[in-house]
């Protein structure tokens, strides 16, 4: 005789009707494995990521700035000749 093996959807459903401390459980086993993969950065590559940051937040802000104005200057002179009738 063949054994019946359970469709992958009755094994979630079964998985749901556990009971909620069942479940929080597991939860927690699953926290406490996945936090013993955690890896902290050392202070060097801290340091060397926020340097980069910090040099993109600045190009950003210039380039951004650059942008601004140009829209501006573009917005005086389309007004400055719509309101110079």
Do not use: C
Request: net charge positive.
């Amino acid at each position: 005789m063949a054994k019946t093996i359970a469709a992958p959807d009755q094994q979630s459903t079964a998985a749901q009707w556990q009971s909620a401390p069942q479940r929080f459980l597991s939860f927690l086993k699953d926290v406490r494995s996945e936090m013993k993969k955690v890896v902290s950065p050392s202070r060097k590559e801290v340091q060397s990521t926020t340097i980069v940051v910090i040099i993109t937040v600045f190009f950003f802000a210039a380039y951004f700035a650059v942008v601004d104005a140009i829209i501006g200057r573009g917005m005086e002179a389309v007004l400055h000749k719509l309101t110079s009738h």
